[in-house]
């Protein structure tokens, strides 16, 4: 039966692919693709860890003492039963062959078909046998959790895992999950949770694959294997789509292809309007990987590189500063010279430092996470680890064209606080002999405090970068990653748009180079109002950096300023802004 379903679109294009589960399981659960010539090893690692389960659940059974509820050996006997079912452990190598998902991906994609087939049955006593299959199912995830893998994890290059495309439906998936992901088999994405400018909807992104979150009970309705539409323009999925829908969403998808080599042809055109204003397209990068990308992108250099997915889920062993100089080291030798801006650590809110469901997040580890110990407080909470970052990065300015950038600042004692940091870094680099070269040090601009008080900012730190996705939800009071409030969190909102503006400006009265590295950066719709603002720098993802690029060259930054003022100035930005942009496209096609 064909479904249809909305969620909230965050990355363009069409994709047409089988949906891959990645199901969010009670026990923590790792995904990630194996080599198809290791497929053999870890079909025997599944096997071994059924057997030390079928092993502990006879120990248990025979240690059942006379006391015992006789419905605790029968309970006991339909676990083993279940586990030497073939269609629980059998059935898993499918998946593992097949499809090449390690041991523990395979058993949850496995349960979640069984789980649902048990959902459709008339007699209620084989209805309720769903619970023992998930119980078993979480017994063998238990013991693989215990005994893993050495084998290497793979990221396959798209075309692998059969002939038909694959895309990715989960219910919700941590940002450093969603990362090992990249660059992968699959050619779209959707989860249930989250807002547009979430953590994990910025890594899908940056992707550049279309992808759609927020979409509430996709991951309960789509099944493994389903056939389905993601529409990345509009947030539309459909799921079982008929051959006529599937033949219009084909035709789509050409038409955006085509759109997209079209635009590709323009990476290495200067970023220039037409009356003649420098504007410079930056890169935002997750991995020292990355920077090849946003080369090939026609980026003039990197202007977020989020530092904090080098930290994430490796269970509290945070890299050291030997580990993360090479990787910063990498990142700058791949930009052959051009500037590499490195964020310190922003880890809390919608990114722990370990894998955890948004739900655990938000509900078990404090109070608000938004409003905690994030970014830079975390930093200056952990002095040992943000002076063994800075070190890190003053020793990777040797190699190329480094700057620093600080996120959520937003108090006096914090700047003194860091600039101390730094201080004493240098003084330790120079004493053991450390090469590095001057850095300039910038603060992100993403909570209101930092947007009203730029004087206090500019005279201590030498460039400035708008995190307009933080800003917007600190202005709005609007959780970013909050699909039921994502209608409110509006990048068009007067008060931002109002901090936005004297942002800008204050830095460009002051001298100081001023960017903007939020979503806002890459998204079309705000190019020219930001340039109208007086905005020459912006940052956004490789794959979006053409499309900004036409917006640039089609500009005049003299028009665009009288009509960005007047409309930040109007009741309603959004609408004053598109009807304003209108007339004056009708006034040059009259010329
Ligand atoms: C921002 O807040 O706009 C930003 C760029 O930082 P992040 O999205 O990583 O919080
Ligand atoms: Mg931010």
């Given amino acids: 039966m064909t479904i249809q379903m909305f969620g909230l679109p965050v990355s363009g294009g069409v994709a047409i692919g089988r949906a891959v589960l990645v199901a969010s399981s009670r026990v923590d659960v790792a995904h990630y693709f194996i080599e198809p010539g290791n497929a053999a090893a870890e079909v025997t690692r599944l096997r071994h860890a059924r057997d030390t389960v079928s092993s502990e659940l006879t120990t248990l059974k025979n240690e059942l003492t006379s006391e015992a509820p006789p419905e605790l050996a029968a309970l006991l006997e339909v676990h083993l039963m279940l586990l030497r079912d073939p269609m629980l452990i059998e059935a898993t190598k499918h998946w593992i062959e097949a499809r090449h998902y390690n041991a523990e991906w395979a058993v949850t994609a496995q349960t979640e078909v069984l789980a649902r087939q048990f959902d ?38 798209r075309g692998f895992g059969g002939k038909d495309q694959l895309v990715l439906v989960a219910n919700d998936i941590a940002p450093a999950d969603m990362l090992q992901f990249k660059g992968s088999v699959f050619t779209g994405f959707v989860t249930d949770v989250g807002g547009r ?38 947030g539309v999925l459909v799921i079982n789509p008929t051959p006529i829908v599937l033949e219009e969403y084909k035709f789509r998808q050409r038409q955006s292809e085509l ?24 890169a935002n990068i997750e991995l020292p990987a990355d920077a090849a990308n946003a080369l090939q992108a026609g980026a003039v250099g990197v202007g977020l590189f989020r530092s904090e997915f080098m930290f994430m889920n490796r269970n509290g062993d945070l890299p050291d500063e030997d580990e993360q100089f090479e990787a910063y080291r990498a990142a700058v030798q791949s ?59 003053l020793r990777a300015s040797a190699y190329g064209k ?8 937003a108090q006096r004692g914090e700047l003194i606080a860091i600039m101390e940091a730094f201080a004493q870094t240098k003084q330790q680099l120079k004493a053991v002999g450390q090469a590095f070269n001057p850095i300039e040090v910038g603060a992100m601009i993403e909570v209101p405090a930092a947007a009203m008080t730029m004087p206090l900012l500019l005279r201590h730190f030498d460039f400035v970068s708008i995190g307009t996705n933080d800003l917007i939800q600190y202005t709005l009071a609007i959780d970013r990653a909050d699909e039921t409030v994502a209608h409110l969190y509006d990048p068009w909102h007067p008060a931002v748009l109002g901090l936005i503006a004297n942002v800008i400006e204050a830095a460009n009265a002051a001298g100081k180079p001023v960017s903007v590295c939020g979503e806002m950066a890459g998204d079309t ?38 009509l960005a003022r007047d409309a930040i100035g109007s009741e309603d930005p959004e609408r004053a802004w598109l009807s304003a942009n209108n007339k004056a496209a009708l006034r040059s096609a009259n010329r």
């Fill in 120 to 157: 459709e049955m008339e007699d209620d006593y084989l209805r309720e046998r769903k619970a023992d299959i998930e119980q078993v199912a979480e017994r063998v995830l238990r013991v693989l959790a215990k005994e893993e893998s050495l084998l290497p994890h793979v990221v396959h290059a």
């Fill in 259 to 282: 759109e997209r080599a079209k635009l590709h042809r323009l990476r290495h055109m200067p970023s220039v309007t037409l009356d003649g204003q420098a504007i410079e397209l930056l």
């Fill in 402 to 409: 480094v700057r620093v950038l600080i996120p959520m600042v």
């Fill in 197 to 234: 400018t979430s953590h994990t909807a910025i890594v899908a992104r940056s992707m550049g694959i279309p992808a759609v979150v927020g979409a509430r009970e996709a991951s309960r309705l789509i099944r493994q294997d389903d056939w389905l539409i993601i529409d990345g323009d509009t």
């Fill in 335 to 393: 930009m052959n010279g051009l500037p590499v801006t490195i964020r310190t650590v922003d880890i809390g809110a919608d990114k722990p430092l370990d894998r955890m469901t948004m739900h655990e997040l938000r509900h078990e580890h404090a109070l608000n996470p938004a409003l905690g110990l994030r970014a830079i407080r975390w930093s200056l909470s952990e002095p040992a680890m943000f002076r063994q970052q800075l070190r890190a990065i």
């Fill in 525 to 562: 719709a705000f190019t020219e109002l930001l340039l109208g603002l007086g905005l020459r720098s912006l940052s956004m993802h490789p794959s979006q950096i053409s499309a900004v690029k036409q917006r640039v060259l089609r500009s005049d930054s003299v028009k665009l300023a009288k």
